[in-house]
C-alpha cells in the first residue's frame, strides 16, 4: 500500500459525459501528478501540482483540467469525454516538488471506460 | 515521437536464471533513469535508478546498465523469481526545463516460468 488512495476505482461512463477523479496524497506529501496510461502505452505526464500550485504540463488535453486542494487532495476533470480518452488514471505523490522519481509514489489508479 | 522505447512486450524467462529488459531512450539531455515494476490493479512502484554519470548501479538482485553511447539501458534480475513476473516500466527524467517530466516506455511484461 503506497498511502495514495484513488477513487473511483471504475468508471463507465458515456461520450460528451464529464467526470471527475479524485487523488489523496500520502499524508505530508505535498505534490501530486496525474499520468494517463492508454492500452498497451507507457505512462502520460499530465500535469503536476505542489502545495496548491500547478508546477509541470506535460500532455494534458485542453479538455482536461485538475486542481489540488488547501488539504492536498487534488482532482482531475475530464469533460466532452471521447472513446480515446478510456484509460487507466494514475495519480502520483512526492513529499517535495522537483523529481528524480525514485520518491513518487503512485495510487491503484482509476480506470475509465468511455462508452 | 517516442523518447523511451522498450521493444520487448513481453519476456519469459525460467526461474532462477536471469531476465534482461532492455530500454533504449533518443534524448542525449535525458539525466536520470527508472525503472518501475507494475502488478496487475496496482500502481507502479519504484525499483531502481541510475544517474546518466554513472554505467551501472547494483540493489540486490537488481542491476541497471547504462550505455550512453548507444542511448541504451537494461534491467538485470539475477536469479529470476515467481514474485518478478509483473511489467516493468523504463523512464527517464529530462534536464533543465523539463525537469519535472518523467518520460515513459511502454513497459515489457516479465513472465517467470518455474
Known amino acids: 500500500d503506497s498511502g495514495v488512495t484513488q477513487t473511483p476505482k471504475h468508471l463507465i461512463t458515456a461520450t460528451g459525459q464529464r467526470v471527475t477523479l479524485r487523488c489523496s496524497p500520502r499524508?505530508?506529501?505535498?505534490?501530486v501528478y496525474w499520468y494517463q496510461q492508454s492500452l498497451d502505452q507507457g505512462l502520460q505526464f499530465l500535469i503536476q501540482?505542489?502545495?496548491?500550485?500547478?508546477?509541470a504540463k506535460g500532455n494534458i488535453l485542453e479538455r482536461f483540467s485538475a486542481q489540488q486542494f488547501p488539504d492536498l487532495h487534488s482532482e482531475l476533470n475530464l469533460s466532452s469525454l471521447e472513446l480515446g480518452d478510456s484509460a487507466l488514471y494514475f495519480c502520483?505523490?512526492?513529499?517535495?516538488?522537483?523529481?528524480?522519481?525514485?520518491?513518487?509514489?503512485f495510487g491503484p489508479g482509476t480506470r475509465l471506460t468511455v462508452l | 515521437d517516442q523518447q523511451v522505447k522498450q521493444n520487448s512486450p513481453s519476456l519469459s524467462v525460467q526461474e532462477g536464471r536471469i531476465s534482461i529488459l532492455n530500454c533504449d531512450y533518443t534524448?542525449?539531455?535525458?539525466?536520470?533513469f527508472l525503472w518501475y515494476k507494475k502488478y496487475p490493479a496496482e500502481g507502479p512502484t519504484f525499483l531502481i535508478s541510475?544517474?546518466?554519470i554513472k554505467d551501472k548501479n547494483e540493489d540486490g538482485r537488481f542491476t541497471v546498465f547504462l550505455n550512453k553511447s548507444a542511448k541504451h539501458l537494461s534491467l538485470h534480475i539475477v536469479p529470476s523469481q515467481p514474485g518478478d513476473s509483473a511489467v516493468y516500466f523504463c523512464?527517464?527524467?529530462?534536464?533543465?526545463?523539463?525537469?519535472?517530466?518523467?518520460?515513459w516506455g511502454a513497459g515489457t511484461k516479465l513472465i517467470i516460468k518455474p
Open positions: 499524508s505530508g506529501d505535498l505534490s
Open positions: 502520483a505523490s512526492s513529499v517535495g516538488g522537483g523529481t528524480s522519481g525514485r520518491e513518487q509514489f
Open positions: 523512464a527517464a527524467r529530462g534536464a533543465g526545463g523539463s525537469n519535472y517530466q518523467l518520460i
Open positions: 534524448n542525449s539531455m535525458f539525466d536520470y
Open positions: 501540482y505542489y502545495n496548491g500550485e500547478e508546477r
Open positions: 541510475i544517474s546518466s
